[in-house]
Nanobody, 117 residues
Framework: QVQLVESGGGLVQPGGSLRLSCAAS????????AGWYRQAPGQEREWVAR???????DYADSVKGRFTISRDNAKNTVYLQMNSLKPADTAVYYC???????????WGQGTQVTVSS
């Protein structure tokens, strides 16, 4: 079994920054691919950022240039650095990783990000 623990959410003023973490533990060799999603109240979950096994990254247009996804292979942890935050970024953020062996996907429990003055 694999556990994902997210941290780093909170309340921040517009223009501020936060870094989310998603740490994988348990029966895992390594993280193969990773992604971040978010869900605002009353809205469907939407994709935010992803990192391929090669390390290449891709971002939703709404966050491009402001958010950065990265990972620390030694710690089996994925990060989302969020800069220049806007009220529209307010949501619960979820990490989603595919681990090896097995190429199984797992979801984190979610962490609340609130951008407000």
């Amino acid at each position: 079994q694999v556990q994902l623990v997210e941290s780093g959410g909170g309340l921040v003023q517009p223009g501020g920054s936060l870094r989310l973490s998603c740490a994988a533990s348990g029966r895992i060799g390594s993280i193969n691919t990773a992604g971040w999603y978010r869900q605002a109240p009353g809205q469907e979950r939407e994709w935010v950022a992803r990192m391929a096994s090669s390390g290449s990254t891709d971002y939703a247009d709404s966050v491009k240039g402001r958010f950065t996804i990265s990972r620390d292979n030694a710690k089996n942890t994925v990060y989302l650095q969020m800069n220049s935050l806007k009220p529209a970024d307010t949501a619960v953020y979820y990490c989603n990783v595919r681990v090896v062996p097995g190429f199984v996907y797992y979801w984190g429990q979610g962490t609340q990000v609130t951008v407000s003055s």
